[in-house]
Every structure is written in C-alpha cells, then in structure tokens.
C-alpha cells in the first residue's frame, strides 16, 4: 500500500513557475512508477509527467521543455518543477503510484493523492 500527498499549488502569473511535491508513506515506494497528471472540468485525467523506479522520464508533449520531474527515493517524495507556466496548465494536479512500468495510462495506476490546484491567471 503506499498513501500519496500532494503540496504546492497556487495562484501564479503566466510565466512564473511552481514546484508540486508528493510525499508517499508505505512501503517499496522506490520501486514504483510515479506520476504527475491533472484534470479540468469536463476533460479526463491526462498525463503530464511520469518517472519509472530506474528514472527514465516521460513528458506530454505540451509540457516538455517546461516541466521537470525528479523524485527523492531517501525522502520518498515525488517533484514536478514547473516552469513559464501558462493559463492553459490550470487544472487540479495528481500524483500517482504504480508497479507498471513507465506508464501514461492512468487506469494502469494503483495509487492516488488528493490531487493540488494549480491555478495560472493570465
């Protein structure tokens, strides 16, 4: 079992940037696949990042260039840096957890946070 906790979100200008956190408890959490993904009103949860337990990353391609993921393995805790951040990022941010390997399909993921509201005024 491994509980998830995201932190970080807010109100920010266009162009400012963001760091998201996820902080997990249970066990084995290193060999996890983790994942950023968020969701708006009306639309499904879509992936924005994703890092496997042997750190290679995927990024949706609206966010590459613009968004980091990295993850502490010794903290147990997930990070998305977010950088020159536009109106159209708005949207409530989840972290996620699976044994899959690197994975954008959020129905392969077995964990959840509550999921963070980022919110990008223009």
């Known amino acids: 079992q491994v509980q998830l906790v995201e932190s970080g979100g807010g109100l920010v200008q266009a162009g400012d940037s963001l760091r998201l956190s996820c902080a997990a408890s249970?066990?084995?959490?290193?060999?996890?696949?983790t994942g950023w993904f968020r969701r708006t009103p009306g639309k499904e949860r879509e992936i924005v990042a994703a890092m496997s337990w042997s750190g290679n990353t995927y990024y949706a391609d609206s966010v590459k260039g613009r968004f980091t993921i990295s993850r502490d393995n010794a903290e147990s805790t997930v990070y998305l840096q977010m950088n020159s951040l536009k109106p159209e990022d708005t949207a409530i941010y989840y972290c996620g957890a699976t044994r899959s390997g690197l994975a954008g399909n959020p129905r392969v993921y077995d964990y959840w946070g509550q999921g963070t509201q980022v919110t990008v005024s223009s």
């Open positions: 249970g066990r084995a959490f290193s060999s996890h696949t």
